[in-house]
Structure formats: C-alpha cells, structure tokens
C-alpha cells in the first residue's frame, strides 16, 4: 500500500504540508521568536508593527536568571522589556543600521565591574542590561505580540485538538456502528436513534452546554469537537457492517462459536481499515474547522492560548484597513491545513477504491 501512496499526488501533497506544521509545531517555543508561554509578550511600543519590523530592546539581568526556555512550556514572561527602538528589517540589511543603539552598563553594578567591595547577597539584587534584537516575520497584532511565534503555537493548538478529536470520534463512531450493524433489532433502533439525535444538534449548540457546564477551555473544545464527529463514522461503520456480517466468513465464525466480540473485531473490523482511514483524514479536517469557528465565536480555548480562529476574531476590524494581514495569515493558515487533509482524503480514497482501475 505504501509503494501506491508514493504514486498519489494528492496524498504526498497533502501529507508534506500536515508533516511540515507537525514539526512547527511539535518544535513549538524551541523555535518561536517569542518564547513566553502562549507567545504572550505585551510590549505596546511594538504594537501593529508591519511584516518584518526589526526592533531593538534591553532585557535586565540579574546573575541568578535563567535564559533557558522548554519546547512545551516556554520561558517566564520577562516584565523588564524595554523597547529602543524599530527598524524594517531590509534597511539593517542594505545599510548595516548604523543607529544601532548602545547600552551602557548600571554604574556600581558588581556583575559589570567586579571587586566594588559588595557582597554576593548584594550583587544578586543589581541587574544588568542585555542589548537584544528581533524581527517581526510577520508583524505584530495591537498588544505587540509576535504573530508568527502565536501562529507556531496555535498550530500546536489547532493539531492537537484535532488529533485527539478524531480518534475519540474513530473510537465512539466504531463501538457503536459496529454494535448497531451487529446486533440488529432493538440495539440497532436504539443506536441509529441516538446517532440522529446527535446529528440534528448543532456544534453550536453543544459547545454552548459545555461552556455553561464546564467553562470555556481547551478540553471543552476537544470534546464540542468529538462529539460533533463521530456521527458519520458511525453511519458508515453501521452500514458497512449490516453487509459484512451476512458473508460467508462471518457466518462461518459464528457457526464456529466464536464470541460476538471476536467476530466483530476480529473479523469485521479489519475489513473496515480503508473507510476508517479515509474518516480518519476528513475527520481531522472537520475537527480542526470546528475549533477554529468556536475560537472565532468566542467559545474556544481561553486566552492568551493563541488560536488561529480566535486569531481571525481578534483582528476582524484591521479587515478594511492597511493591517489586513493580522486576519488574513490565521484565515489562509486554516484554508491550507484543512485542504492538505482533505487532499490526503482523496488520495487515500482513490487508492483504496475497489472499483479503481487506474
């Protein structure tokens, strides 16, 4: 099967744009210019600074600090920022930006000068300030928070969400198609009633019961999200199994006496693997779409956790206006990552198609 994925366009496009956002995101602070949990740095001087800004800033040091930061957590929040100044980054490149400013050390400051006669206790309180830079890729919202480390984490967020969503939604979707096909009669009714229940109820609606019943937050999300998608996984699970168990080999195990648990995962499973992996891929794209819209409505993760619907929320109004990008990078971030998925839908789907020739 791997030798007929190599030879599917789709699928291979499609899969090198989800692998490349899987590395950026599983990289995560590693690799954001802003490394402080959920790329939340507010500096107002730096606020709707154009696509890259370079800019100039002084961070105080004190002799115990530690500049290190973790790939899933990021580095505390330095409150002693302080901005110097800003500069588009192709004028430091074409002119060396001669009006780099200068930092002086604090007078008296042991860590600066050493033997001032001061004692160690005395020279962890005295701080020193660092001369730093950074370039503003893609600019910067009205906070002054780098979009791009926000957009690094937010695919962390969209992905993930989307990763445990589906396979809850593969999980419950399977148990019940396979046990409403299975068993017939009045589980069947049971099952098929409640998969119309949950089809009929909005997204909308279910996420709004969670929120007043659990509040706002990221597991709230992914379970609006699970719950909105394991219903055509289901439907499908439940049709295809309805046929499966009249075959001959299932007749066969039964007769055998094999348990019905057995014969449903044993035997009828396996002969589901190619439409569950084509609900696996569309599934993602659903759920990953659906937190992006309740982000957009208010109903996704709890800020500052960066969300690319809550992104486009956030910068809805700079839409008529010269800082248009704010809302169109998170929109456009969202149009790819769902069409890698649904391109690999469609190369898994050919692939899989018995009725395929080609």
Known sequence: MWQTLKKSKLFLGGASICLLLLVV?????????????????????????????????????????????????????????????????????????????????????????????????????????????????????????????????????SLSIGFLAMLASIIIGTIIGLCAGYFGGKVDAFFSWLITVFWSVPTLLIALGLSMLLGKGYYQVLLATALSTWVEVARVVRGQTLQLKQRE????AKITGFSHSRIMFKHILPNLKGSLTVLATTNFASAILLEAGLGFLGLGVSPPTPSWGMMVKENLGYLVLDNSYLALIPGIAIMILVMSFNLMSMGLRDILDPYNKN
Do not use: C
């Not at 080999?249 to 066969?252: H, I, N, S």
């Open 249 to 252: 080999f299932v007749l066969a």
């Open 25 to 157: 995101g599983t990289l995560g602070y590693a690799i954001t210019p802003d490394p402080t949990p959920d790329a939340n740095q507010i500096v107002p001087e730096w606020s709707n600074l154009g696509p890259g800004t370079r800019v100039y800033y002084t961070v105080a040091v004190s002799g115990n600090s530690s500049m290190t930061s973790s790939a899933s957590q990021g580095q505390p929040n330095d409150a002693s920022v302080e901005a110097t100044e800003s500069v588009p980054a192709y004028l430091h490149w074409a002119l060396g930006n001669p009006n780099t400013p200068k930092i002086t050390p604090l007078q008296g400051n042991p860590l600066a000068n050493p033997g001032t006669g001061m004692n160690a206790d005395d020279s962890m309180k005295l701080v020193d300030k660092v001369l730093l830079h950074r370039t503003f890729w893609l600019g910067s919202d009205r906070f002054g928070r780098d979009i791009l480390s926000r957009m690094i984490i937010g695919a962390r967020i």
